[in-house]
């Protein structure tokens, strides 16, 4: 069975901090995609990223970054220098073959004040 | 491009009636489209999975006679709730995914139907 667990409820920091987003997920497919999506309280969800299984390497985006981790299952979101508008609930979600339905996790609520 | 939209964004309808919320790609042709429920401070979870022309697969726990969909075209996926009820009030998000030809296998999100039912 497909799982995606964000251990993380709620958090909340100040401007200009630091933030890391866990998440954790488990499959048994050898091919599968995993996402991170904002939720402002608008309730739209906006897409972050898709990494595929294959590719392991970091990525970086403005103060977003990404960190890949086969070994531990692991797919975590890391926003740097905190701004009030990142205040949103982020999602980690999997999906197997292309083109599947995603399996979300239970998302993190993410409070940045001024 | 990939635009997804959801009609109505907001819907409040009384017990015992029914309501229909509608799910369109814009510029592009959706093979599927997935349907999705959210909760209150609660996560996504996957209602039902359209595609176009033939039944709707859903997940267990989902009533099918409740939730009645229809993906007659493909742009246009329809889901409605039947005897809508205090419980059913939720966020209903769909997504649209297009022809796997080319390997276009990307999921687009519609912006969400909040509905109140009371």
């Known amino acids: 069975a497909q799982k995606v667990t964000q251990a993380q409820t709620e958090i909340s920091v100040v401007e200009k901090e630091d933030v890391t987003l866990d998440c954790v997920y488990e499959?048994?497919?050898?091919?599968?995609?995993l996402f991170w999506y904002k939720q402002p309280p608008s309730g739209e969800l906006v897409f972050l990223i898709r990494r595929n299984s294959f590719d392991e390497q970091n990525e970086i985006s403005g103060r977003y970054s990404w960190n890949f981790q086969k070994s531990t299952s692991s797919f975590n979101f890391t926003i740097t220098a905190s701004q009030v508008v990142d205040s949103a609930v982020y999602f980690c979600a999997l999906s197997g073959i292309p083109g599947t339905a995603l399996i979300f996790g239970k998302g993190t609520t993410l409070s940045v004040s001024s | 491009g990939a635009v997804v939209s959801q009609h109505p964004s907001r819907v409040i309808c009384k017990s015992g009636t029914s309501v229909k919320i509608e799910c369109r790609s814009l510029d592009f042709q959706a093979t599927t489209m997935f349907w999705y429920r959210q909760f209150p401070k609660q996560s996504l979870m996957l209602m039902a999975t359209?595609?176009?022309?033939?039944?709707?697969?859903?997940e267990q726990g989902v009533e099918k006679d409740k939730f009645l969909i229809n993906h007659a075209s493909l742009t246009l996926s329809t889901l409605t709730v039947t005897s809508a009820h205090p419980e059913d009030s939720s966020f209903y998000i769909c997504s649209a995914r297009p022809g796997t030809s080319g390997g276009k296998f990307e999921q687009y999100f519609g912006p969400g139907t909040r509905l109140t039912v009371t």
């Open positions: 359209s595609n176009e022309g033939s039944k709707a697969t859903y």
């Open positions: 499959t048994r497919d050898t091919t599968y995609y």
